[in-house]
């Protein structure tokens, strides 16, 4: 089994930065692919980023040039650096990992608010 932990959420002003972080652990024996999606109130769930094992990224359009995702292999961490936040990006954010034989894993969410 493998759990995913996200930490980082918070409330910030706009125009504010915040780094979110999600730490995997258990059985992880091979990644595939890992991810940040969110769900603001009333809507469904978006991608915001994804990022392979072999370093590849993906960003939803709204999110290019604020956002970066990254990793950190040796402590199984995902990152998410985001930029120049805009009220419309207050959403939770979840951190997803989707293994090398296909099985997917999701974090419980951290709330990303922006407001002044």
């Known amino acids: 089994q493998v759990q995913l932990v996200e930490s980082g959420g918070g409330l910030v002003q706009p125009g504010g930065s915040l780094r979110l972080s999600c730490a995997a652990s258990?059985?992880?024996?091979?990644?595939?692919?890992m991810g940040w999606y969110r769900q603001a109130p009333g809507k469904q769930r978006e991608l915001v980023a994804t990022?392979?094992?072999?370093?590849?990224?993906n960003y939803q359009d709204s999110v290019k040039g604020r956002f970066t995702i990254s990793r950190d292999n040796a402590k199984n961490t995902l990152y998410l650096q985001m930029n120049s936040l805009k009220p419309e990006d207050t959403a939770i954010y979840s951190c997803?990992?989707?293994?090398?034989?296909?099985?997917?894993?999701w974090g419980q969410g951290t709330q990303v608010t922006v407001s002044s």
């Open positions: 990022i392979t094992n072999g370093g590849s990224t």
């Open positions: 258990g059985s992880i024996l091979s990644i595939y692919k």
């Open positions: 997803n990992l989707i293994s090398s034989s296909w099985r997917t894993y």
